[in-house]
């Protein structure tokens, strides 16, 4: 499969597994809806999924949704074939991605060594 097909069918991935969230259609009461899908990493033969998301809430609320998410990841693999009509439909696993938190440590950390510098 050429880079270009696999982008699209991560991209339609992407776009699939946060309208499911989004749309409240993941019955979950841990999964919140702020939860967001950032990125999408497709296996070359195209078998596994690794899902990676983010929120604006706390580590735990994260670490929550990611849980809901893994548990219902049946369910959001059905519905992603109706959405894929491919051959196969990826297995997806959810991670946490804490590069929003990381990136915001990181900015303060820089702040904090240009005000050393210049004081």
């Given at each position: 499969?050429?880079?270009?097909?696999?982008?699209?069918?991560?991209?339609?991935?992407?776009?699939?597994?946060?309208?499911?969230?989004?749309?409240?259609?993941?019955?979950?009461?841990?999964?919140?809806?702020?939860?967001?899908?950032?990125?999408?990493?497709l296996?070359?033969?195209?078998?596994?999924?690794?899902?990676?998301?983010?929120?604006?809430?706390?580590?735990?609320?994260l670490?929550?949704?990611?849980?809901?998410?893994?548990?219902?990841?049946?369910?959001?693999?059905?519905?992603?074939?109706?959405?894929?009509r491919?051959?196969?439909?990826?297995?997806?696993?959810?991670?946490?991605?804490?590069?929003?938190?990381?990136?915001?440590?990181?900015?303060?950390?820089?702040?904090?060594?240009?005000?050393?510098?210049?004081?």
């Amino acid at each position: 499969m050429s880079e270009f097909s696999q982008a699209r069918l991560e991209a339609k991935i992407l776009e699939a597994v946060s309208s499911l969230i989004v749309s409240g259609a993941i019955k979950n009461h841990n999964l919140s809806t702020l939860t967001s899908v950032t990125r999408v990493e497709l296996a070359p033969d195209n078998t596994l999924a690794r899902v990676f998301c983010s929120s604006l809430y706390d580590d735990a609320s994260l670490e929550k949704s990611v849980s809901a998410l893994n548990s219902a990841s049946g369910f959001i693999q059905r519905r992603l074939a109706q959405v894929l009509r491919t051959k196969n439909t990826p297995v997806l696993t959810f991670f946490k991605d804490n590069s929003y938190i990381e990136g915001e440590r990181i900015n303060n950390l820089i702040d904090e060594a240009m005000k050393e510098h210049n004081g």
